[in-house]
């Protein structure tokens, strides 16, 4: 705790911690050492975590890096974290993100932004940024982040850590402050595998708290590991001739299908005619979402009340206008206007279609073949303002990531080597729901 404390002290000007835990965690440092010398320790004994804004911790403020949850402290502990804790990890501190989870570059906050660690002038990725970074930069052995459409897989890809996805419902939503209910997963950045799979298998399984947790066996994924049989691996043709991959993505991406060819795997070119209408199903679905989820920040309930009412009714606008930032106001009016009555079934029902073919035609694949292979991001770290006044072009960064969000399926995102700036190039891995051990095993085999 201490070698980590000094790091994030060096290394302040990141600006992935927006709070560290000095105190608590030094405290559970020494619980856990108490612990450790009478053999009594869980398996987590020594592994310091750091925790994403939009996860309820008990006792401490959790805001989703905006302003509107200034001030909200919370009264419970996201089952999650609960399960870490429970297994004597320690949480060291709560980290940056996108506003609501609503972002790819970590520009979008109110605790101002993260700086990428290989290259300050590039970003780290969002929404996820600071927990990416916070591994990156060896703040912490692993931090928590959450995925709707590729927030946790995305700022892997750019800061070249790993970053996991499980299926949605894997893991309990209780106690993460809702972005789009019904894609919304917490996942989890490691430098390792087995640190990755460790992580999963403790926070994995039902939770009386949230009815949509499946109720799956848990599998010891960290001990599944091992990989010796041949794979079936499909790769979307559309996905690697889009012209908007950079080349050297393209180059390394299909270098390791030639290298999985050369080693005896099965590697087939499939044809994906739904990549158009991914980034629309998902944009549609989850505006849609946020504007309801969104809706019970009134200055009421949590966090900032503006101090410029005259009446009720300019409480909740001045207090939402002046809470919620640029991002997540643009996200409330898109998803308020696909769920108008005159505009639902033009947007809102369609999407829900559309939902059905990509997640029928992801699933259907995933029976044929073990594994799709894809790059994660089409670019690697950008530099910062680059998308910041085109919100299309931000969201276009998401093209690789929302598959398996909209699908529900698992997908990882490993280090895949540099492009020629030095910056990390992420290879994602997809497979069905609830295979995430053969998932780890293969990444493990590919890294
Ligand atoms: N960049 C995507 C978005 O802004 C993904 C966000 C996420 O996964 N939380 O919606």
Request: hydrophobic share 35%.
């Amino acid at each position: 705790v201490n070698h980590y404390l000094q790091n994030i002290k060096t290394k302040a000007h990141l600006n992935a911690f927006v709070e560290v835990y000095e105190q608590s965690a030094l405290a559970q440092a020494d619980l856990v050492d108490q612990k450790l010398s009478e053999g009594k320790a869980g398996k987590l004994a020594g592994m310091v975590i750091g925790i994403k804004d939009v996860l309820c911790f008990a006792g401490h403020e959790a805001n989703a890096s905006s302003k509107i949850l200034q001030g909200f402290e919370s009264q419970f502990t996201t089952t999650a974290i609960q399960r870490l804790i429970d297994e004597d990890a320690i949480i060291i501190g709560r980290l940056n993100c996108d506003e609501f989870g609503m972002g790819s570059s970590n520009e979008n906050t109110a605790h101002g932004k993260v700086l990428n660690a290989l290259d300050e002038s590039r970003v780290p990725g969002g929404s996820s940024g600071g927990s990416a970074v916070a591994v990156q930069a060896n703040l912490c052995t692993a931090s928590l982040g959450t995925d709707t459409g590729g927030s946790v897989r995305q700022p892997a890809a750019f800061t070249g850590v790993i970053g996991m996805k499980p299926t949605y419902s894997r893991i309990s939503r209780w106690g993460l402050i809702a972005y789009a209910s019904s894609f919304d997963t917490i996942g989890t950045f490691t430098k390792t595998v087995k640190d990755n799979a460790l992580l999963l298998e403790i926070m994995a399984g039902h939770d009386e708290f949230d009815s949509t947790s499946s109720r799956k066996p848990v599998l010891p994924y960290s001990q599944l590991l091992h990989f010796d049989r041949k794979a079936k691996v499909a790769y979307l043709k559309e996905t690697i001739e889009s012209p908007s991959l950079q080349e050297e993505i393209k180059e390394n991406t299909l270098s390791v299908l030639e290298k999985l060819k050369s080693e005896g795997h099965e590697v087939q070119e499939v044809n994906f005619p739904l990549l158009d209408y991914i980034l629309p199903t998902y944009y549609i679905l989850t505006t849609a979402e946020a504007s309801s989820n969104l809706s019970r920040f009134d200055g009421v309930k949590y966090g900032y009340r503006t101090p410029n009412a005259h009446n009720l009714e300019s409480m909740y606008k001045l207090s939402r206008s002046e809470g919620f930032g640029e991002e997540v106001k643009r996200r409330i009016m898109l998803g308020t206007f696909v769920l108008s009555a005159s505009y639902y079934d033009a947007y809102f029902t369609k999407a829900q279609k559309v939902r059905r073919l990509i997640k029928d035609f992801t699933e259907n694949l995933l029976n044929d073949f073990d594994y799709i292979i894809m790059p994660t991001t089409p670019s690697t770290a950008f530099k910062f303002g680059e998308h910041r006044d085109d919100p299309v072009a931000m969201y276009l960064e998401d093209l690789y990531t929302v598959q398996a969000s909209v699908s529900g399926v698992p997908a990882i995102s490993i280090p895949n080597g540099k492009d020629s700036k030095g910056m990390p190039i992420g290879l994602q891995v997809i497979c069905n729901s609830f295979k995430e051990a053969e998932l780890y095993a293969f990444s493990n085999y590919l890294s």
